[in-house]
């Protein structure tokens, strides 16, 4: 399996918590920087949060600053999310993918090796 795997979704009510893990598992993530983007059923891919190589450097879309936070952990070949206060409007399917594009890039066209995705429901 050539792509990262998420794992980490699931139910939750609003205002509550998850943590998203993604796995290298056969994508390299070592010396690229890296991103999680959600997309929402019948709505285009939506960034979310990148991270340096290095892990010194975020940056968010400004719908989730405050509330989530990226991470990684290069001896593991992991990177997660945390997110907070979640709110019913982020019910979506959640990816990790690996950034090819400059740092600060947020398009979809710029970020490649894709996981299959981790659902997050959040009810109100």
């Known amino acids: 399996q050539v792509q990262p795997v998420e794992s980490g979704g699931g139910q939750v009510q609003a205002g509550g918590s998850l943590t998203l893990s993604c796995a290298a598992s056969?994508?390299?993530?070592?010396?690229?920087?890296m991103g999680w983007f959600r997309q929402a059923p019948g709505k285009e891919g939506e960034f979310v949060a990148a991270i340096r190589w290095s892990g010194s450097g975020t940056y968010y879309a400004d719908s989730v600053k405050g509330r989530f936070t990226i991470s990684r952990d290069n001896a593991k070949n992991m990177m997660y999310m945390q997110m907070n206060h979640l709110k019913p409007e982020e019910t979506a399917l959640y990816y990790c993918a690996r950034q090819w594009g400059p740092w600060g890039s947020r398009g979809t066209n710029e970020f490649d090796c894709w996981g299959q995705g981790a659902q997050v429901t959040v009810s109100s």
């Open positions: 056969g994508c390299t993530f070592m010396h690229y920087n």
